[in-house]
């Protein structure tokens, strides 16, 4: 349900500055994320399938039982900021209180139910999937709480709390903890467990303290959002939270049930290096949707389109330099984490190709969202979801993890496409140009990404030597190229000065 409101619209961090700070963060947190899957990678491919399974399980529940409240309090934290607003209060608790109860629930439910679903994923060392779950299962409810907050620190204005929370605190700690224990060799499943766990819980006390700190408790008598009224554009986006961290992460569960614990050790340590191009992606696009939101909801559509175009841009131009490098080098990213990983190395190049095809999407889902379809996102992870699961039981068999790349990557087409439809659909009779529309920027950024990276990586060897070489030179050339080209590419915003 589209809701419009006649009320003043509080500005906020720009969507350059914004882009520019989640950016440092993603890097942070991509760096200590492949330091803990390298750590855990050393134990064994067995021990490694463990940990990625049961951390994957956590992170679907505590997304999930987030209930897309992250999304709400954008959507909706502009009318109670305006003139006429309530205050952020109201907003913030109504969105709080279900999580607390569906997080809890679920974190319940998974204490109880550990065994079967450690023997249905992992059956070789269901007991060693059971007593992680059951360590890791205390943490779904801090995971849920700061995931919804740093919504709200984000509707309040300010990036800063998600980047230092979830991208370099939680992360940073889970790093030092998992590799005080494991650099001391055999370690327990709780003790990696509470290492894991304990970070968590403190990004959360240091959420709600982000949330005093920008005016959230603050609030007046009047009242802006109806409790229907938030439910009515939240639910289907809970729904599709889950089915949108479940598209990320469900997969390693599969090919542990389809294939093997040691595959899915594999399959989890290799898809780091995805993740962390997604993960720099998502915050990028996470850091434009207040912005792109004001812009909607003020009616400015010149504006809606040029934030979209731009994010798209900086997105293909961050994106592709990696990910033409990770597909034309897998072998020596592989040997980074295991010598016995190199034989699927292949992956990553099927991987790359549907998260440059992302990329070039642009921030299309939160375009929806920020519009107000939350309904019809949800259409657009859930044909994903059932094509990455079918295609995954169709092509595991023969093909083994190549299978299990090929239907992620088209499940992550098929969902930018369904949404780019109805962004399109949704705009043409509303703004005097609809959204999606081809844009310069992107190709630019694209051309610019394919000369800087792929010719030095053709006549660079399959080695650390060639990886380094490519890395460096890749990124001087994109650098310059980008530069030679900032006025194109709106670069001048993206620098945090």
């Keep these: ?108 439910a998974l204490f109880l139910i550990a065994s ?78 509470l290492a894991w766990t304990v970070p968590v819980f403190i990004g959360a006390v240091l959420a709600f303290g982000y949330v005093g700190r920008l005016g959230g408790w603050a609030t007046t008598d009047g009242t802006a959002t109806s409790s229907s009224e938030f439910w009515a554009y939240t639910r289907p986006r809970a729904f599709s939270t889950a089915l949108q961290i479940a598209l990320e992460r ?53 504006k809606a389109r040029q934030t979209l175009q731009k994010a798209t841009g900086w997105l293909v131009l961050i994106a592709w330099p990696y990910f033409i490098a990770v597909s034309l080098k897998p072998e020596p990213l592989a040997r980074l984490m295991s010598p016995e990983y190199v ?5 990553l190049g099927l991987l790359a190709i549907g998260m440059m095809f992302s990329a070039l999407s642009g921030p299309i889902e939160l375009t929806l969202l920020m519009l107000g379809r939350s309904s019809l996102a949800l259409v657009g992870i859930a044909v994903a979801i059932v094509t990455d699961v079918v295609l995954l039981i169709v092509l595991t068999p023969s093909l083994g993890l190549a299978g299990a790349a090929i239907a992620w990557s088209v499940s992550v087409a098929m969902q930018n496409l369904i949404n780019a439809w109805f962004v399109r659909s949704e705009t043409t009779e509303r703004a005097d140009r609809f959204l999606v529309a081809p844009s310069m920027r992107a190709v630019v950024a694209g051309a610019i990404a394919i000369a800087a990276v792929v010719p030095i990586a053709l006549v660079t060897p399959q080695s650390f030597v060639g990886l380094i070489i490519v890395g460096v030179v890749g990124g001087v050339l994109t650098i310059g190229l980008a530069l030679a080209t900032r006025e194109k590419l709106a670069i001048r915003e993206l620098l945090p000065v």
Excluded: C
Excluded at 290 to 298: D, E, F, H, N, Y
Excluded at 343 to 347: F, V, Y
């Design 116 to 193: 079967p679903v450690a023997n249905l994923v992992a059956a070789e060392r269901a007991d060693d999937v059971t007593s992680m779950l059951r360590i890791l299962a205390v943490a779904v409810v801090p995971w849920a709480l700061t995931v919804s907050v740093l919504g709200a620190t984000r509707s309040l204005g300010s990036h800063v709390p998600t980047v230092l929370v979830s991208q370099v605190v939680r992360p940073g700690l889970q790093l030092l903890a998992l590799g005080v224990l494991l650099l001391r060799g055999d370690p327990s499943i709780w003790a990696v467990g």
């Design 343 to 347: 034989d699927d190395a292949s992956i």
């Design 250 to 302: 469900f997969d390693v569960v599969l090919v542990g049930a389809f294939v093997g614990l040691n595959a899915a050790g594999v399959y989890g340590a290799l898809t780091r290096f995805i993740t962390a191009g997604n993960f720099l992606m998502y915050s990028v696009a996470q850091a434009v949707s207040p912005g792109l939101r004001r812009a909607i909801a003020s009616e400015n559509w010149h």
């Design 1 to 108: 349900m589209a809701v419009t409101h006649n009320k003043t619209i509080a500005p906020g961090q720009s969507a350059g500055a914004a882009s520019s700070l989640a950016i440092v963060g993603a890097v942070v947190t991509t760096i200590a994320n492949f330091a803990i899957a390298y750590l855990v990678s050393r134990e064994s491919a067995a021990f490694a399938g463990v940990f990625f399974i049961a951390t994957a399980i956590i992170t679907i529940l505590g997304n999930s039982a987030s209930l897309g409240t992250m999304t709400g309090l954008v959507y909706f934290m502009p009318v109670h900021l305006g003139d006429e607003g309530a205050g952020p209060r109201s907003l913030i608790t109504m969105a709080l209180r279900p999580v607390v109860i569906a997080s809890t629930v679920a974190a319940a």
